[in-house]
T-cell receptor, first 117, second 116 residues
Framework: GAVVSQHPSWVICKSGTSVKIECRSL??????MFWYRQFPKQSLMLMAT?????????EQGVEKDKFLINHASLTLSTLTVTSAHPEDSSFYIC?????????????FGPGTRLTVL | AQKVTQAQTEISVVEKEDVTLDCVYE???????LFWYKQPPSGELVFLIR??????QNEISGRYSWNFQKSTSSFNFTITASQVVDSAVYFC?????????????FGAGTTVTVRA
């Protein structure tokens, strides 16, 4: 089945530093990947849509200069949280859309738990 | 407006009981997709089912079954003979290709606790 990996699975960093999270589709090509964040006991909130070879599309209220997204290849998207602050602490989840005929399903990575001290 | 409503915040059952999770959606698209995902305590979302709007057949997969009714805009999920390993948060989601470019709109989730 479709597998999506995320790295790292957890990270602790100091306030003011930048953190990069990688999302990879391991056995399929993903022209579109999505980045979500999830606070404790809440649902997933879509942050941005990452399209291979073009700029990401951000949801309303998400700072594109703070959350940098790069979709360098059909199997890799990265999210960089720049100048992280404690309020950025959250669970970040990526998904990759398998756009092959008749499936068109999003498969999710295992998530990255970010803690900013 | 909330596109996907999961009215049940938490459900607690004893092992072997059946549990039904409600999901009501709202869309103007004629073509859309509905999903259920399971999120165990580890955090990873596990894909359970995808249903397109033209396929109203109910589906059974082991102890899981889904009841899709377009007339009431509902896509309910039943776990039969629940087990402790079924304890998780379950999310219903809607994809609207035409109006929302395949983005997933998630419900708030239902936390299921199965007690031994």
């Amino acid at each position: 089945g479709a597998v999506v990996s995320q790295h790292p699975s957890w990270v602790i960093c100091k306030s003011g530093t930048s953190v990069k999270i990688e999302c990879r589709s391991l056995d399929f090509q993903a022209t579109t990947m999505f980045w979500y964040r999830q606070f404790p006991k809440q649902s997933l909130m879509l942050m941005a849509t990452s399209n291979e070879g073009s700029k990401a599309t951000y949801e309303q209220g998400v700072e594109k200069d703070k959350f940098l997204i790069n979709h360098a290849s059909l199997t890799l998207s990265t999210l960089t949280v720049t100048s992280a602050h404690p309020e950025d602490s959250s669970f970040y989840i990526c998904s990759a859309r398998d756009a092959s005929v008749s499936t068109d399903t999003q498969y999710f990575g295992p998530g990255t738990r970010l803690t900013v001290l | 407006a909330q596109k996907v409503t999961q009215a049940q915040t938490e459900i607690s059952v004893v092992e072997k009981e059946d549990v039904t999770l409600d999901c009501v959606y709202e869309t103007r698209d004629t073509t859309y997709y509905l999903f259920w995902y399971k999120q165990p305590p580890s955090g990873e979302l596990v894909f359970l089912i995808r249903r397109n709007s033209f396929d109203e057949q109910n589906e059974i997969s082991g102890r899981y079954s889904w009841n899709f009714q377009k007339s009431t805009s509902s896509f309910n999920f039943t776990i039969t003979a629940s087990q402790v390993v079924d304890s998780a948060v379950y999310f219903c989601a809607l994809s609207e290709p035409r109006s929302n470019d395949y983005k997933l709109s998630f419900g708030a989730g239902t936390t299921v606790t199965v007690r031994a």
